[in-house]
C-alpha cells in the first residue's frame, strides 16, 4: 500500500523557520514526484511546491518563491519542505502527495503541475504562524 506522513508541523513565530517532513512507502521514490499542498481555514487547497524526484525538476508556487524549498532524500524515500521567513498567511495544514514523475515533468510548468490530479494523499501536518 502506498503510505504518506507528513511530519514537523507546529506552532512558531511569524520570520522563523520550519521543516516539513513527508515519508513515502509503497511506491518506487524515483518514479514519483512529491507535491506539498496546504489548506488554510475558510480558503480551498492551494500547491505549494513539488519535486520530480528522478531529475529533482522543481516548481514552486508563486507566493512561497524566494521563502520555501523543497527538497529529497532518497535513501530514505522522504521529501522535506523548509518553511522560512513565514508569514501568518502560512498557517495552514499541509499535505504531501504522489503524482508519476513523467506525468509532472510534462505537465508541470507555468503552474500546471498544481492542477494536476494527484493520487495519494498524507494526513497532513498543521502550521500555526503566529505574529
Known amino acids: 500500500d502506498v503510505r504518506l506522513v507528513e511530519s514537523g508541523g507546529g506552532l512558531a513565530q511569524a520570520g522563523g523557520s520550519l521543516t516539513l517532513s513527508c515519508v513515502v512507502s509503497?511506491?518506487?521514490?524515483?518514479?514519483?514526484?512529491v507535491g506539498w499542498f496546504r489548506r488554510a481555514p475558510g480558503k480551498e487547497r492551494e500547491g505549494v511546491s513539488c519535486?520530480?524526484?528522478?531529475?529533482?525538476?522543481?516548481y514552486y508556487a508563486d507566493f512561497v518563491k524566494g521563502r520555501f524549498t523543497i527538497s529529497n532524500y532518497g535513501a530514505k524515500s522522504t521529501v522535506y519542505l523548509h518553511l522560512n521567513n513565514r508569514k501568518q498567511e502560512d498557517t495552514a495544514v499541509y499535505y504531501c502527495?504522489?503524482?508519476?514523475?513523467?506525468?509532472?515533468?510534462?505537465?508541470?510548468?507555468?503552474?500546471?503541475?498544481?492542477?494536476?490530479?494527484?493520487?495519494?494523499w498524507g494526513q497532513g501536518t498543521q502550521v500555526t504562524v503566529a505574529s
Open positions: 502527495t504522489t503524482n508519476w514523475g513523467r506525468t509532472v515533468a510534462e505537465n508541470g510548468g507555468g503552474g500546471g503541475w498544481s492542477s494536476l490530479y494527484w493520487d495519494y
Open positions: 519535486i520530480v524526484n528522478e531529475d529533482n525538476t522543481i
Open positions: 509503497g511506491i518506487t521514490f524515483y518514479d514519483y514526484a
